[in-house]
Nanobody, 121 residues
């Protein structure tokens, strides 16, 4: 079992950057694939990025080049660096963990509580 807690959200102007963190409990963190999803009001929870235990990264096509996912296994933490943020990317951003990478939210069991990211001038 793993518990997840996101942080780092907030208000940012269009074109700005934020770095989200997700701290995980449990000794088996390093074996999990870690993922980031986001959910805007009235919309489904969409895949943003994922990172394997070995550091291989996966991105939603539209985000490749602006978002970077990374992990520090010694700190049981995964990060999401977001650059060039757009107002339409306002959403709650969630961290998730699994033994397999899935691109749909309904395949994941472990979730954090989410952190709000608001992109507005």
């Amino acid at each position: 079992q793993v518990q997840l807690e996101e942080s780092g959200g907030g208000l940012v102007q269009p074109g700005g950057s934020l770095r989200l963190s997700c701290a995980a409990s449990g000794r088996t963190f390093r074996t999990y694939i870690m993922g980031w999803f986001r959910q805007a009001p009235g919309k489904e929870r969409d895949f943003v990025a994922g990172i394997s235990s070995g550091g291989r990264t996966y991105y939603a096509d539209s985000l490749r080049g602006r978002f970077t996912v990374s992990r520090d296994n010694a700190k049981n933490t995964v990060y999401l660096q977001m650059n060039g943020l757009k107002p339409e990317e306002t959403a709650v951003y969630y961290c998730t963990a699994s033994d397999t990478l899935y691109y749909t939210f309904d395949r994941y069991y472990y979730w954090g509580q989410g952190t709000q990211v608001t992109v507005s001038s």
